[in-house]
């Protein structure tokens, strides 16, 4: 069992940055490949970026184009989401989520932990 509890979201103009951690409970952390996904109102949830297990690989979409970064501690247990360059379009719930594989996952449905997610709002 993988308890994970975001933090760090909230209210920042277009062009600012923040940074959303992901802290993880129990001591099979590095065991799991973790995700973030985002969901604004209205539409589903999407992948934002990915890392695996041992941090050795990330993966983005497209939308990204550099302006993120996915980055983890093992040894913190915790994951993060650098945020930079943003605009109203990232404005939605960004939920990290963990996956027990060591390779990168961008379906949903294949996650086995989720956590309660943690808003992001660009003012424009």
């Known amino acids: 069992q993988v308890r994970l509890v975001e933090s760090g979201g909230g209210l920042v103009q277009a062009g600012g940055s923040l940074r959303l951690s992901c802290a993880a409970s129990?001591?099979?952390?590095?065991?799991?490949?973790m995700g973030w996904f985002r969901q604004a109102p209205g539409k589903e949830r999407e992948f934002v970026g990915g890392?695996?297990?041992?941090?050795?690989?990330?993966s983005y979409a497209e939308f990204v184009k550099g302006r993120f970064t996915v980055s983890r501690d093992n040894a913190e247990n915790k994951l993060y989401l650098q945020l930079d360059s943003l605009n109203s379009a990232d404005t939605a719930v960004y939920y990290c989520?963990?996956?027990?594989?060591?390779?990168?996952?961008?379906?949903?449905?294949?996650?086995?932990?989720w956590g309660q997610g943690t808003q992001v709002t660009v003012a424009s």
């Open positions: 890392i695996s297990w041992n941090g050795g690989r990330t």
């Open positions: 129990g001591n099979t952390f590095s065991t799991y490949s």
């Open positions: 989520a963990a996956v027990r594989t060591n390779i990168i996952v961008e379906d949903t449905t294949l996650y086995n932990y």
